[in-house]
């Protein structure tokens, strides 16, 4: 783990580059509980480079509550390392006092009374407020999206993304790269990236007959800016055909290709590139592995897994920008390159607090003009909750148990599968749950909701693989999300354990009875990656069973016994 006060030093050593956060700034505000819009977009200005980040906005338009997580395990060497450090843990390392507004933004426990006070946070039209402030700075400032842009609502399930491709085009972003983005398939992504007035970045997009480069996504673009000549590398998701459906996209391959990426790197330095940024929907650990092995690489603004650090990570001479996710923040990057080299650097984790930031008007305007024609639906009240529903946790959510209920429940089921994806903003006690609600945390191209018998040792090769994906202790072998929620059984789950030795004590709830590898149950799921799979859609599971409840009440459950941690 590295403290502030070592990562100034080890930046200060690194060929003399300097490195400072902004975050120690508003986080001495967010202590004093008087945040303004002033006091939130304050930065000195530095250098002659600046670079905005957004990633992972999952179509979220407006205004959210969204709760970090309290668990995110960290193995092999990431163990104990950011950004495998959560609640108080957190906020000791950065220096955060318990119950300031940094709290509420960063980190996870006392989230529903600090949501209270603190509001909604996010909203597209206020990170265009940022946005336009930082450019009113700096001009040409780039504008960078890491991707998880068009995915994630209802009505971007509606317009096959397109209500995101407007909002996006109204932010005038330069570049941008890919994940859920290819589950429109083939022909959309195609329609729309043709489209696109910035440019689609992927060096690691290739085409899978022919295994060369796709001609839809660029690998780099150049830009000039402040007097300087930058290279912007795009790295798409690289797990796309195992993470998602391969059949919506048979006509691309992926990978991570650090070596296409070195080979990338030589070639815009070797055409002038003074600086190298790479816009990366690898993951955090991903990327630290990347960083460490390709060299060259300036700056990585890294997306994926929704990781929120206030302050970069160095990795030798790369530095490592994490956004979150949602548009919960905007990061401002401010560099110094003098003679083709990174001097130096300032950096700000910007968050969206939706009641202390203005809405830009105009992309307010933007923003109702794509939701209006399916208001009502948006808005329908289908039922209330008692409790916090969030997604994000490695093993458990409520807003996933609630949708291992509804499973158990309309599909008549012994046992529940949700996948353990990480985007879906959270509800606090006392809220209505609008259709909307349940699309936040549901839309998908493929959400039909199955209905299929599986033995006992079937189940368990699922939980084995999934656990691999997520605990395997090279990060180049972390190719899922978090681990798949259960509904309807209990199992212990030991992260140290090498794959096939992972899981064991599975239990049948109903019955309290050991799972029988050879005996079959009646398992219900959704998203899954096979082609044909029918069933009902799993937003239209989710809402059947809510208003049959009225008022739905989650309590914690503790039917995964995790170790090893």
């Not at 050593?13 to 002033?38: E, I, P, V, Y």
């Not at 956004?323 to 110094?336: A, Y």
């Not at 012994?414 to 209505?432: C, Y």
């Not at 798949?484 to 140290?496: A, F, H, K």
Request: glycine share 10%.
């Amino acid at each position: 783990m590295i403290s502030r006060r070592d990562f100034l030093q080890v930046s200060m050593a690194a060929s003399a580059m300097l490195g400072a956060s902004g975050f120690g700034n508003w986080a001495r505000l967010a202590a004093q509980q008087k945040l303004t819009q002033d006091q939130l977009l304050q930065f000195d200005t530095f250098g002659n480079v600046s670079l905005i980040h957004v990633t992972d906005i999952h179509a979220q338009l407006k205004p959210i509550y969204f709760r970090e997580p309290s668990v995110n395990i960290g193995v092999g060497g990431n163990k104990g390392a950011v950004p495998h450090v959560t609640g108080a843990d957190f906020r000791k390392l950065y220096g955060i006092e318990d119950g300031s507004p940094s709290h509420y933004a960063l980190s996870s426990g006392d989230f529903s009374a600090l949501a209270q006070g603190y509001g909604r946070v996010g909203g597209m039209d206020r990170v265009a407020t940022v946005v336009n402030s930082i450019r009113a700075d700096r001009p040409d400032a780039l504008l960078l999206d890491g991707g998880d842009t068009w995915h994630g609502s209802y009505t971007c399930y509606h317009t096959e993304g397109q209500d995101m491709v407007n909002v996006m085009n109204g932010l005038k972003p330069d570049a941008m790269t890919f994940h859920w983005e290819f589950t429109l398939g083939t022909d959309r992504v195609t329609e729309l990236v043709e489209g696109l007035p910035f440019a689609a970045l992927g060096q690691n997009i290739f085409d899978a007959e022919w295994d060369e480069p796709s001609e839809l996504f660029k690998p780099y673009q150049f830009f000039e800016r402040g007097g300087v000549k930058i290279a912007v590398i795009g790295q798409a998701f690289p797990y796309m055909p195992i993470a998602n459906p391969r059949w919506m996209f048979p006509e691309f391959s992926f990978g991570i290709r650090d070596e296409n990426m070195q080979a990338m790197v030589d070639e815009v330095r070797a055409q002038g590139a003074e600086l190298v940024v790479c816009l990366s929907h690898n993951g955090f650990d991903v990327d630290k592995k990347m960083a460490s092995k390709v060299t060259g690489i300036d700056v990585i603004l890294t997306g994926h897994t929704h990781d929120a650090l206030p302050e970069p990570v160095l990795v030798g001479e790369t530095i490592l920008v994490a956004s979150g996710s949602n548009g919960k923040f905007v990061s401002r990057v401010d560099l110094d390159v003098q003679n083709g080299r990174m001097l130096g650097f300032r950096h700000k984790l910007i968050p969206i607090f939706s009641d202390v930031i203005t809405p830009d008007p105009e992309m307010a305007s933007l923003i109702e003009e794509q939701r209006a024609p399916y208001k009502a639906d948006l808005e329908e009240v289908i039922g209330q909750t008692d409790s916090l529903l969030y997604r994000r946790g490695n093993f458990n959510g409520t807003w996933d148990d609630l949708i291992c209920d509804a499973l158990l429940s309309e599909r008549e089921a012994d046992i529940a599968m949700s996948p353990g994806v990480r985007w879906g903003p959270s509800l606090i006690p006392g809220d209505d749950i609008t259709r909307e609600d349940i699309w936040n945390v549901t839309s998908m191209s493929y959400g039909e909701a199955y209905r299929s018998e599986m033995t006992g040792e079937f189940i368990k090769v699922i939980l084995e693989d999934v656990g691999d994906n997520i605990f395997n202790p090279d990060p180049y072998y972390q190719q899922g999300g978090d681990m798949v929620r259960i509904g309807g059984m209990g199992y212990r789950c030991d992260v140290t354990k090498p794959q096939g030795e992972r899981i064991s004590n599975m239990t049948l709830l109903s019955t309290g009875e050991p799972i029988d590898p050879a005996k079959t149950y009646v398992v219900a799921g959704w998203a899954s990656v096979n082609e044909g799979t029918e069933g009902p859609k799993i937003w239209d599971v989710v809402e059947n069973h809510i208003r049959k409840q009225g008022s739905v009440s989650i309590a914690p459950r503790d039917n995964v016994e995790v170790v090893g941690i």
